[in-house]
Nanobody, 125 residues
Framework: QVQLVESGGGLVQAGGSLRLSCSASGRTFVGYAMGWFRQAPGKERESVAA????????AYADSAKGRFTISRDNAKNTVYLQMNSLKPEDTAVYYCAAGRIGTMTLFTKGVPEYWGQGTQVTVSS
């Protein structure tokens, strides 16, 4: 069974940091772009960041640029999202996703092949 399992979410104070991890299992993800999406209560899902298999291409939402960093360790089959300078508006359920598609396609289209179950991030003011 293919699984993407997120971890690292929690409750943090504004200005704080969290590192989300997404561990993939059930298959290798050679050639897959991976990314992070989030959905806040009452809002549509939005793209946060995406990264190519090689790590050579990344994409970020404007709201994430300069604060969030996506990275991956293919040897560990894991993708990370380092989130710094967190704001209350970052509060959402964060989902990991993977697709054998281009990085920008994953980021803009938001139609991956696999989704994780999500991890809650809550930023207090």
């Amino acid at each position: 069974q293919v699984q993407l399992v997120e971890s690292g979410g929690g409750l943090v104070q504004a200005g704080g940091s969290l590192r989300l991890s997404c561990s993939a299992s059930g298959r290798t993800f050679v050639g897959y772009a991976m990314g992070w999406f989030r959905q806040a209560p009452g809002k549509e899902r939005e793209s946060v960041a995406a990264i190519s298999w090689s790590g050579g291409n990344t994409a970020y939402a404007d709201s994430a640029k300069g604060r969030f960093t996506i990275s991956r360790d293919n040897a560990k089959n894991t993708v990370y999202l380092q989130m710094n300078s967190l704001k209350p508006e970052d509060t959402a359920v964060y989902y990991c996703a993977a697709g054998r598609i281009g990085t920008m396609t994953l980021f803009t289209k938001g139609v991956p092949e696999y989704w994780g179950q999500g991890t809650q991030v809550t930023v207090s003011s």
